[in-house]
């Protein structure tokens, strides 16, 4: 189990833009699990909807990348540079996700050529599907990231 301290020396993101708990499972170059418990008190549910909260799936969507990430970015070469959207194919919502409930994702790397791949990514609430979606990514170093 990777806690947020172990986290936050892989990913770039930090808070309120980090949007994980904890990585569960790791295989670098191939999956990751991780969590994201959510809490009324994140700034999002003061806009998205007053008195009918609903975590945003830009968000989610950004959670489940940040997961696959995660893995990508897990080996001690790839520390330091940065995993950017390439693209997002098959994306679904299945059911809302409020303050309360435990996100668990799971991220697989389904396709890797050099520093570009491809993720497939589920999303859990209680063991049921709440989004899915396939994203393409570039790792890039820091330097190479204006380019």
């Known amino acids: 189990m990777i806690d947020i301290n172990e986290i936050q ?3 770039p993101h930090r808070p309120p833009f980090l949007l994980i708990d904890r990585i569960l499972e ?3 170059f191939k999956s990751a699990i991780g969590i994201k418990n959510i ?3 994140e700034s999002q549910f003061r806009g998205h909807f007053p008195g ?3 975590m ?4 989610i969507l950004e959670a489940m990348a940040q997961v696959g990430g995660f893995a990508m970015l ?3 070469k790839n520390r330091g540079k940065l995993a950017f959207f390439g693209g997002m194919e098959n994306v679904k919502f299945k059911v809302p996700v409020v303050p309360g409930d435990q996100l668990v994702m799971k991220a697989e790397l389904i396709k890797v050529r050099g ?7 589920e999303a859990f ?5 709440v989004a899915q979606g396939d994203f393409t990514f570039a790792l890039k170093t820091v330097n190479d990231a204006d380019k």
Request: hydrophobic share 40%; glycine share 10%; aromatic share 6%.
């Open 39 to 41: 809490t009324m008190g």
């Open 115 to 121: 520093d570009f791949g491809k993720l497939h990514t």
């Open 56 to 59: 945003p799936g830009v968000l």
């Open 52 to 54: 009918h909260p609903i």
């Open 74 to 76: 897990y080996p001690e």
């Open 26 to 28: 790791v295989v670098p």
């Open 125 to 129: 609430v209680d063991d049921k599907l």
């Open 9 to 11: 020396k892989v990913l």
